[in-house]
């Protein structure tokens, strides 16, 4: 949880926290201290809580294993910050919930942005749904001798207010004078049409970016030489243009101030930009990734799944995907990472491209196998606990048998194993414990399952087994396994053990086989110990 750059929690099914990490903290501006003494609703924004506490329900209920939501959060001070949300749970044997698993990562620059982007669009669209050319007829000196009427909608003065002045002196913005007065110049000498884009001052004192578009010709009565010019209104895409380069500039700055790895990509899924964190990431360097694609960080397996998600955006069956896969670093290692993708489209909808995030879940997914492990195992000898054995059995014991092999449970019981516990102390008794744990482990095969039920009680689930025949050699292998000296601190212990042995019944659930075994067991101690009952 400390190597992520995104907000990670462990809660607990009331919503309280369980466990932070440094990046969440700071997020929500609290200290771990003030997060495990309160709880996720209440640093949830009230008007997103109801929506969050019916997604969260929906996961107690079994309903769903995970979700993902966008939402306020509250800081101290009162500032509202939005949050990218993703939950999962972590389940025990029956399927209850044990503890809820939380990632954020901070999306309140980006929400801004959006926002702004919103309101400046919409601007933009009234800009362009109001603009007119305008006609224009100037003698070569810039006079004018006719001008269209809609020029006041454009720029306020009414077209005998124009007329006979000179356009340079009355509606050209004057910064843009000289320049203008050079190129008109250069037009008039010009045999053929000339284009350029100048501030057109209106008369409130206001500019409009103009597009003039003139050509040199004869006044028909006169022969005198005119020049005809259209002003079209170009200030929607002129602003456009320059907003799109400040859009570019907040994209690129975006970028590089994210903690998320962020890239865009061509079709054909080649990095095109990369920001410093995606570099960090993945251990490489710019120039690197520019020259690579995705193709050259994943497995065969990941890289295939990559391009059939890519083949679901181009069909249009969804507008952005998110996939887990593992990416290779510079040094050669794997990273577990959440990889987001958006299909980048131009005005007439053709695809162009590609933007992805990439969220590192490496120390998540670690955290995660740490709980579902300590929720399984035991903690002294790792072997699974008592949950851990009857799902492991259960499970087994669910699964189809089409080659008539039979599932074998041992319950053993280590003999005189309290004396020897009282006389060298509890420290010594669990070494002891963790010995015969090992040993039990090295004697069975990797299908098999091994689980200490509490004190020197065991389980070992036998897959796959034949007969009483072959039943009875591992059973004989196990004991002369477990009698074999131990030397624990210096101290030579030689330990026996009482076994009893039962094969599973079709149909037959885990507490009922284990009983079975339990009570095969006992026969075996009230025989004198150091034997084993098949029962």
Not at 25 to 33: A, I, N
């Amino acid at each position: 949880m400390r190597g992520t750059h995104a907000g990670v929690a462990l809660l607990g099914r009331d919503g309280g926290f369980l466990r932070v990490n440094p990046a969440l903290c700071r997020f929500l501006g609290r200290t771990p201290q003030e997060l495990r003494l309160s709880t996720w609703q209440e640093v949830t924004h009230p008007d997103d809580a109801q929506i969050d506490l019916r997604l969260v329900d929906e996961i107690l209920n079994g309903e769903r294993e995970e979700y993902r939501l966008r939402k306020r959060y509250l800081r101290p001070g009162g500032e509202v910050l939005w949050g990218d949300l993703s939950v999962s749970c972590l389940r025990d044997g029956q399927g209850h919930v044990v503890c809820l698993i939380s990632q954020i990562l901070d999306v309140t620059p980006l929400v801004r942005t959006q926002h702004e982007l919103r309101v400046r669009e919409q601007h933009y669209r009234l800009v362009v749904e109001s603009s007119r050319d305008v006609m224009v007829m100037t003698r070569p000196d810039g006079t004018i001798d006719w001008i269209s009427n809609n020029v006041e909608h454009v720029c306020g003065y009414r077209a005998a207010e124009l007329i006979g002045r000179n356009a340079l002196d009355v509606v050209i913005h004057p910064n843009d004078r000289i320049a203008l007065r050079d190129r008109l110049a250069q037009a008039v000498r010009s045999a053929h049409p000339t284009t350029t884009v100048f501030a057109l001052r209106c008369k409130d004192g206001s500019s409009v970016w103009m597009e003039a578009a003139g050509q040199n010709t004869a006044e028909p009565s006169s022969g005198q030489p005119v020049r005809v010019v259209r002003w079209r209104n170009v200030d929607a895409e002129y602003r456009a243009m320059q907003r799109l380069r400040a859009s570019e500039q907040l994209f690129r700055t975006a970028m590089e101030a994210s903690a998320v790895g962020m890239a865009t990509l061509s079709l054909e899924r080649q990095f095109t930009r990369v920001n410093r964190a995606l570099c960090q990431m993945l251990q490489r360097d710019e120039q690197w990734l520019l020259g690579h694609g995705i193709a050259d960080l994943v497995d065969a397996t990941d890289n295939e799944a990559d391009l059939a998600l890519r083949r679901s955006l181009h069909d249009g069956e969804k507008a952005t995907a998110s996939v887990d896969k593992k990416l290779r670093r510079g040094g050669g290692d794997l990273i577990d990472v959440r990889h987001g993708i958006g299909l980048l489209r131009d005005e007439e909808g053709r695809p162009t491209g590609y933007v992805s995030q990439f969220i590192d879940m490496t120390e998540v997914n670690r955290a995660r196998n740490a709980v579902e492990f300590l929720a399984a195992h035991d903690p002294l000898t790792h072997v699974h606990n008592r949950r851990g054995i009857f799902g492991g059995l259960e499970a087994m014991l669910g699964h189809p048998n089409r080659s008539g092999n039979r599932i074998g449970v041992v319950y053993a019981d280590l003999d005189s194993f309290k004396p020897l516990n009282d006389r060298f102390g509890h420290a010594f008794g669990d070494r002891v414990l963790e010995a015969v744990a090992a040993r039990l482990r090295s004697s069975v095969r990797v299908d098999d399952l091994v689980g200490r039920l509490g004190g020197d009680e065991f389980i070992i689930v036998l897959s796959g087994l034949h007969g009483g025949g072959e039943v009875a050699r591992i059973i004989e292998t196990l004991r002369c396994k477990i009698a074999e000296p131990l030397l624990i601190d210096g101290k030579v212990v030689t330990l026996t053990a009482s076994l009893g042995v039962v094969l599973a019944d079709p149909g037959e659930d885990a507490e009922s086989v284990v009983g079975r075994a339990d009570a095969a067991l006992y026969r075996s101690k009230r025989a004198g110990g150091n034997r084993f009952t098949i029962a």
